[in-house]
């Protein structure tokens, strides 16, 4: 008998010889090959593939060469070339699915079968979301990821997160209050990020973000890295004051801040009222940028992008300190405002920037005390100081190992140009759910006031001038439902609440029958969270506050905002905003239900209050 060479390349890469064998011992190591071979290619491929893509399925490796055999592809058990989802190529070898569509998710089976044996590749396809997010964070980090619930869409529910195991999706808790390592941002927001703490590199991996049906959201893939060996913190070339406005005279940084002012204020009501969709809002705009805008004073690098993006003014917008104490200045006779600083005493705060808080903002950052109680009652102090005695109340307590706190103050005082009646007056008004609720009213049969249908707002607006070259604006949606509410809470962008502005402002006064209910808004928004949403987490976590302190990294530990606005016989007092109606043939404003309102300098062209009232 011959002696014969068989070599045969198996999937590994390597080479085995039979040499001067026997025809049995032939075939059984043959058997032992095939079974190698079925082994390795019946083993299951999970791939996940994003829809529009191209997907080619090989149905062995490249380096097989086993011509002759019978190929046959079955999609979720039935024969592919029915389905008409893929393509066959190369007598069977190849199938090709262009594009990928949600319709393509399944299992793809390939069978080869030759005289007394038969090879199996199987593939699991997963159509992942088209909204993908890639996230790299270093091991030890906090990080979050994103999910977001359409705009247009109504929030009842929280949406349901999942990460990918060897054995399918596993739903992470998020409702266990003690669960400290992963936690969901902001509850019933249109926002439905979740945080993940202190990552480590098992946490790396897919998750997906869906809603109860099964929709997907968003699917993140996480990527968490060994940290970098840590540079030692350093001030280098971060210690010299804030620049010098070199254009004082310029009109254009003024316009710069007007304009920045009222995308702040918009961007602030959307966070709000995401947070909060039913109940009374207030806030100060102003307030805000003039808290950030003195701690810019001290930002350095990254931080001061930070917070220039948080307050939407041009990167490295040298005269932004300048323009805001003209800004001040301008509004001083109906508003007062006040910012300060407290730090811990053993922070060596720089002069240059106690310098520069003075010139800018008029207030000399101040020590904390050793005694947290006396720390509260001068901060409180403070404030009802600030605001003429209409917010007493700041802050309960302040830790002892308080670093550095943020505080800013607001005071408003406007009067009716045209003053209502001082008669008893009351008034149904209508809640969201349909509740009637009665309250004291603010009543004038022909009040002379500016009105408009605001077409691209959907919703009636009155304007109605204050003292202090102010003005008070209410829009008042098309009815008390929910829905209108937020229709027009979606509509008002800070360009179509600028065009607003204009067009009541050249609009012709007019008589008006006119009732609004008499309000007093007192809140204080979570002020910790609005930073985290513009953008500003690195604050509470060590920034770069080089020209306010050199010596190390300091991190924020809270920041407050308390707004009061009251609607009485005399006008407007202190921080929020107010209402809007329409009806009868006599042309009549009654704003006896849910509406939106701006308390808006008409000298400065800002805006110094926002609210929502649903609750009178």
């Keep these: 008998m011959r002696n014969h060479v068989i070599s045969r390349k198996n999937f590994t890469g390597k080479k085995i010889y039979l040499d001067t064998l026997g025809k049995s011992t032939v075939m059984r190591l043959l058997l032992c090959i095939l079974l190698q071979l079925i082994l390795e290619l019946s083993s299951c491929t999970h791939l996940r593939v994003i829809p529009g893509s191209t997907l080619e399925l090989p149905c062995l490796k490249p380096q097989a060469d086993l011509t002759g055999a019978s190929i046959t592809w079955t999609f979720n058990g039935k024969d592919v070339k029915a389905s008409g989802l893929a393509t066959v190529k190369k007598d069977g ?9 949600a319709a393509n998710e399944g299992q793809y089976v390939c069978v080869m079968k030759e005289n007394n044996w038969e090879l199996i590749n199987i593939y699991n396809i997963t159509v992942v979301a088209s909204i993908g997010y890639t996230v790299k964070v270093f091991e030890g980090s906090d990080v979050n990821l994103p999910c977001y619930f359409p705009s247009t869409s109504q929030v009842s529910n929280n949406a349901l997160w999942f990460k990918e195991t060897t054995t399918g999706k596993s739903k992470l808790n998020l409702e266990d209050d003690n669960n400290k390592k992963m936690q969901l941002l902001y509850p019933l927001d249109h926002d439905q990020r979740i945080v993940l703490r202190e990552t480590v590199m098992e946490d790396s991996g897919l998750y997906h973000c ?18 970098p060996t840590p540079e030692p913190h350093s001030c280098e070339n971060f210690t010299t004051p804030w620049e010098a406005c070199l254009d004082e005279e310029s009109r254009i940084g ?5 304009e920045s002012m009222t995308e702040l204020s918009m961007k602030l009501y959307s966070y709000l009222k995401g947070l909060h969709p039913a109940s009374n809002l207030l806030f100060s705009p102003i307030s805000i940028s003039g808290l950030l805008t003195h701690l810019l004073l001290g930002a350095r690098d990254e931080t001061r992008n930070s917070i220039e993006r948080a307050v939407f003014v ?11 104490k003209k800004l001040r200045e301008k509004l001083g006779s109906s508003l007062q405002m006040a910012s300060q ?19 800018f903002y008029d207030a000399e950052p101040t020590k904390l005390l050793e005694n947290t109680e006396e720390n509260a009652k001068m901060i409180n102090s ?30 408003f005082n406007g009067q009716w140009q045209v003053k209502f009646q001082v008669k008893e007056k009351k008034g149904n008004f209508i809640k969201l759910n349909g509740d009637i609720v009665k309250v004291p009213v603010l ?8 009105m408009i249908h605001v077409a691209e707002l959907k919703a009636q607006v009155v304007r109605f001038p204050l003292t202090g070259d102010s003005s008070l604006y209410i829009l008042l949606p098309r009815s008390r439902s929910a829905s209108d509410l937020q229709q027009v809470e979606e509509m008002m962008t800070d360009t179509a609440v600028s065009q607003m502005i204009e067009h009541l402002k050249t609009t012709p006064l007019q008589q008006i029958d006119v009732t609004l209910p008499k309000i007093k808004l007192d809140v204080q928004p979570d002020m910790n969270v609005l930073l985290k949403k513009l953008g500003l987490s690195s604050l509470f976590e060590g920034a770069n506050l080089c ?11 809270e920041a407050r905002h308390r707004s009061f606005l009251a609607l009485t016989e005399k006008g407007v007092e202190a921080g929020a905003v107010t209402s809007v109606s329409f009806s009868r043939s006599f042309p009549s404003f009654s704003a006896l239900r849910p509406f939106i309102l701006l308390l808006w300098s008409d000298g400065a062209n800002v805006p110094l209050f926002v609210g929502r009232v649903t609750e009178p």
């Design 341 to 359: 600083i407290y730090y811990n005493p053993q922070l060596n705060i720089s002069e240059s920037f106690i310098d520069q808080s003075i010139q």
């Design 254 to 258: 003024e316009s710069i801040l007007q």
């Design 443 to 450: 009543y004038h049969p022909k009040y002379k006031a500016a």
């Design 547 to 557: 020209g306010l302190y050199s010596e190390e990294k300091i991190i924020l530990d």
């Design 210 to 227: 869906e809603l109860e049906n099964g929709q997907k959201l968003s699917t993140v893939y996480l990527i968490v890295e060994v940290r």
């Design 314 to 324: 041009p990167h490295n917008f040298d005269c932004v300190h300048f323009h805001t």
């Design 382 to 411: 403070w404030v009802a100081n600030k605001t003429n005695n209409k917010i007493t109340h700041l802050v309960d307590t302040v830790s002892s190992n308080a670093q550095l706190m943020l505080l800013n103050a607001v005071s």
């Design 93 to 101: 070898s190849i199938l090709s699915i262009s594009p990928v569509t």
